[in-house]
């Protein structure tokens, strides 16, 4: 679709809202094509999505109106049950969360959501700035332990399946040739954090509903709190899968700090240096799942991996921590 498509099913997904006169502006597109939607009268913010994929992979998984609906419920619950700001969903006219367009004989799914005001940071520069991500995502897995699906929600799996997916497109591209041999790396990391997740406990105090994508463009900073964003990747998984994925933005000498403040929320297990390494390695890969399907990744994917490679993931291999100390392979 283009640009201008896009922008014409932006209005007509808005007239199905109670909104008058609103400003209009593009945002962005990955796993949604996301609008700033601004009332001239009142000058409330919203987010309107259109639930179109720019990645080729796995659009069926994360696009279908039962899935879009999970993710919408589970945000509603937490912006009643969380003490934290999240971007609540907002019914329209017919008072569901989720707007039907006809377009070309198909259907096309748009949600609008509460704007959250604040400040994104491209990195974690302050122990104080991860002491406060620690704390969001410590209230945000306090209120998933808790909180009880209604049936017929449906949200993927961040388990062995996703592993064995991201690993599949690893192998592909190391054979297609999209990847380099050294790639193959990748996969004795996987297969050795496979084994690692295959003997974990899915309990209440380990597994639930995660955010699986705690980014620093995902979480706004206002004031002395941080609210999570972007909720389009959530689904089941342990819960360190998003402290795993998170550390991949917060340097080592800024994660004590991080879990200090995490674990006054919600209790860390033991054993959680080795573990929260093995989802370091577990959220990289599942990226790079991702990435691999994206149109521009062959431009800058072989720079990322080798740093990779050369840093935590060969740690990871031989069995040398790095979670509190080394050098991250952004630097």
Known sequence: MSDEVFCELAQLALQEYDLVEYELNYIGQSGTIIYHVTETGNQKQYSLRIHQSLSKGDEKEWSSKETIQSELTWLNALSKEADLQVPAPIRNKKNSFITELNHENSIVYCTLLHWIQGEQKPFIATMEDAAKVGSMIGKLHKQSSKWEAPEGFSRPFFDERKLEGSLRKIKESINNGTLK????????????????????????????????????????????????????ACGFGFYLFDLGWTFSYIHPAFREGFLNSYSSFFELPSNYESLLETFFVLGQLDTLGFWLGLPDSSEWLEGHIDKLLAREFQSYINDKPFLFSGTPYWE
Do not use: C, R
């Not at 050795?192 to 380990?206: D, G, N, P, R």
């Open 181 to 232: 041999k050294s790639g193959e790396s990748l996969l004795l990391a996987g297969e050795k954090a496979e084994k690692v997740i295959m003997k974990l406990e899915k309990k209440q105090t380990s597994w639930g509903i995660i955010h699986a994508d705690l980014i620093p463009s995902n979480y706004i900073f206002y004031e002395d709190k941080v609210s999570p964003i972007d909720f389009g």
